[in-house]
């Protein structure tokens, strides 16, 4: 992986502005993104919610397994598609990482509130695939994971990774550090 890339036009102009950090990575294959996740387990605490962002086959479910690893969890982290949540138990002292597919909800929180989510978040570290839209009025402070495949690069395996912290939580947090 390399280091924070320069900004460009992956960052939605438009798009509200955060009280955290916001910054950019390249990550050129399947492995880096699972370092990234690795990586960024080390900032997560209990009651952190982390949206992820990306079209199909972007990287999202193996920047989860590797915020698994990272995490210590119990489990193979795998896409909960079709069960929609998938809770992994800490195998020490750290948080159980509840992993939810919001991909075939339907939009706001009414759907997303049938799965208890905010009754797990003060324990939990949650990762919402496809939750834009669906999970921001389960917490202020969020971090946003937005992963774009590169333009016009010939490797498909290149992808844009842009960590938006949202709220006071990310406000002090160091995103730029993060290494693969």
């Keep these: 992986m390399e280091a924070p890339a320069a900004p460009h036009d992956a960052v939605d102009p438009s798009a509200p502005s955060t009280d955290g950090a916001t910054t950019e990575f390249t990550v050129d ?4 993104m699972k370092e990234l996740g690795r990586s960024l387990a080390g900032l997560l605490r209990a ?3 982390v949206m992820l962002t990306g079209e199909l086959g972007a990287g999202k479910t193996t920047l989860t397994r590797g915020l698994g690893e ?5 489990g193979a982290v795998t896409s909960p598609t079709f069960v929609i949540a998938r809770v992994h138990p800490s195998l020490g002292e750290g948080p159980p990482l509840v992993h939810v597919d919001a991909y075939r909800l339907g939009g706001g929180l009414d759907e997303m509130e049938d799965l208890d989510l905010d009754v ?12 834009e839209g669906k999970v921001e009025e389960l ?6 994971v937005l992963i774009h495949r590169a333009v016009g690069d010939t490797a498909d395996e290149v992808r844009h990774v842009v960590l938006r912290g949202v709220g006071e939580r990310w406000g002090a947090v160091e995103l730029g550090g993060l290494s693969g």
């Design 47 to 49: 009651g952190d919610l």
């Design 70 to 74: 990272g995490l210590g969890v119990r």
């Design 29 to 32: 294959s399947p492995e880096r």
């Design 139 to 144: 917490t202020d402070d969020r971090l946003h």
């Design 120 to 131: 797990s978040l003060s324990d939990s570290v949650i990762v919402v695939e496809w939750g």
